[in-house]
């Protein structure tokens, strides 16, 4: 049994899609969220820039303590997990867009994918889409703008709504049924994209499986906690804590206990 915390991380607010299945999944485990709001979004950042500051963040969470790092961004597991499970020394669990469980579901065979432009271009995505190139025909769309205004707490405004609507229209043009939503904050997009779409594109997010993944790590590693525990979370951000109280309130209910951390980048960047 072990109580310590498990890291959660994302570019920003993102990664609170998967935080809540993993807080639904596993009530005893105490979460250390962080959020690196103060330099989202990742998708439209230098590719070096990524890794090294994934990797910057994962080694503050560590020293915070935390027995397993839940990569909770796809363009960093994209860019960083690798070099991460090569360098830190606690189980890593990292994200990519549903791809292979929208093939299976799909009835049209034709799949959207929206994703951040780094992933879409990262060689690790090119392998996963070259593995299913046989199931299905995949229609990609980088979702350019979409990450800062979920950032600000725009989930449904107007400028939301005419970036969704240039990006799923050739989506459904070409006759997708099935949208991979292949950037964690997208979740927080589900309900606006509903109301565009009604029932033309079943949505796929992995959070649930991720957190199954989780809990099969932990119990593989012998790291979970008590049963009995009672969790303590805690909830960073790089830029501004009481956003993320904010932001944790209207998106999770939850009245988070959240702190502003001050982790710079190396002078490099
Ligand atoms: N949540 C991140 C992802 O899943 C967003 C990346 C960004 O900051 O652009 O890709």
Redesign the pocket.
Known sequence: MNPASIGVF???L??LSVLREIRALLPHESLLYLADSKY?????KPETFVEARTLQACEWLLGQGCKALVIA???ATMHAVQTLRERLPVPIIGVEPGLKPAAAASRSKVVGVLA?AN?LKSAKFGRLLSSLAGESRFICEAGLGL?SLIEQGDLDGPAVRERLDAYLTPMLEAGADTLVLG???YPFLSGTIREMVGDQLALVDTGSAIARQLARKLAEHGLCADAGALPRDRFVSTKDAAHLHAMAAALLRVDADAETAVIEPAPAF
């Not at 989202?40 to 439209?44: D, K, L, M, N, V």
């Open positions: 994302d570019s920003g993102g990664g989202a979004p990742y998708g439209e961004c796809n363009t951040t992933t990450v950037c964690t904050h």
